[in-house]
């Protein structure tokens, strides 16, 4: 029987409660569909800091390093937030995975059912089918890792900061390809952002985005939008994209704008995929809400479990080849939802439920 190995990281706020609904979702598909789970359970974030010193505890890193994928909680909280920020569990734990792992593909669905448009910030004539694009994102280069960076004390006694901004063609050309695979599953469509009439970084990026979508999928339709210019279509149009493939930094700023389009942080999950292949012969990635810890709710059993539970059903997809048993779990999100069955956060007409429930009501839904 095929055995999915996995490190299981719930990290902070509400990272453990919905987590423990996602690993249930999960065990169901597992025997409905023949295959074993197997997970060992790690801290990160916070919790680490607290119990272990530090965010990205060696042992957890070790539990990664002998899995197949790592389904991720979410990490941080107030308690942490007078930390220097280098020590701060966001930036001390998910940067060092993502090198570690070279975790370059960072792919954000930014999924909008037709039932929920009231859970949006626009307007909802404007929205009438819901949304549904999804964000490629360059993760491992650009300005987040290019040298030098540092904070420097000049002559004159005043400081001066340097961060670089760095992309090579091989880069760009590698997250082009996971745009292209990934709009070739949907509405061959790929919108590619950048500051190409500003920064050389851009001018490069465009060029080799044409060139490699050109030479390797005619059939896409690629266009181009400066960040901008991009960032008011997604808060005024969000319905007209399918695919937009982007920097490091442009996409860690549109892919939250996306989030918030989107209505509830609850219900958008991510990929973020490695260049190294897992004993599946698919590539090694680590799977995650976009929505954060929400200290506000932790611990209470009210937070929406869906953007976890969709995280895990792309890790099926993704790292491990059970693409029927991740469609059968959206289509059961989706469902559960449609019929009425809500969080707070997604709630308007309709009583709330609980985490526990709305996890019940999408295995009811998993037939
Ligand atoms: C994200 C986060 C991270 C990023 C932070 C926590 C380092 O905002 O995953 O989008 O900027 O990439
Ligand atoms: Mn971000």
Known sequence: ???????????????????????????????????????????????????????????TLEACQSSEAILFGSIGGPKWESLPPAEQPERAALLPLRKTFSLFANIRPGLLYPELVDASPIKSERIAQGIDMVVVRELTGGIYFGQPREIRCLDNGEKEAIDTMVYRTSEIERIAEVAI?????????????????????????????????????????????YVDNAAMQIASDPGRFDVILTGNMFGDILSDLMAS??????????ASLGTGKNSHGLPFGLYEPAGGTAPDIAGKGIANPC???????????????????????????????SSGIRTSDIAFETQSVSTQQMGKAILSNIS
């Open 261 to 270: 389009v989107c209505g509830s942080l609850g219900m958008l999950a991510s």
């Open 307 to 337: 953007a976890q539970i969709l995280s895990a059903a792309l890790m099926l997809r993704h790292s491990f080849g059970h693409s029927e048993a991740a469609d059968e779990i959206e289509r059961a999100v989706h469902r559960a939802v």
């Open 1 to 59: 029987m095929d055995s999915l190995k996995f490190a299981v990281l719930p990290g902070d706020g509400i990272g453990p409660e919905v987590m423990e609904t996602a690993l249930e979702v999960l065990g169901h598909v597992a025997r409905k569909h023949n295959f074993v789970l197997q997970y060992e359970e790690s801290d990160v974030g916070g919790i680490a800091i607290d119990r272990q010193g530090t965010a990205l505890p060696p042992q």
């Open 181 to 225: 695979r990934t709009a070739l599953g949907r509405n061959k469509r790929i919108c590619s952002v950048d500051k190409a009439n500003v920064l050389a970084n851009s001018v490069l990026w465009r060029e080799t985005v044409t060139a490699y979508v050109k030479e390797n999928a005619p059939d896409i339709e690629l266009s181009y939008l």
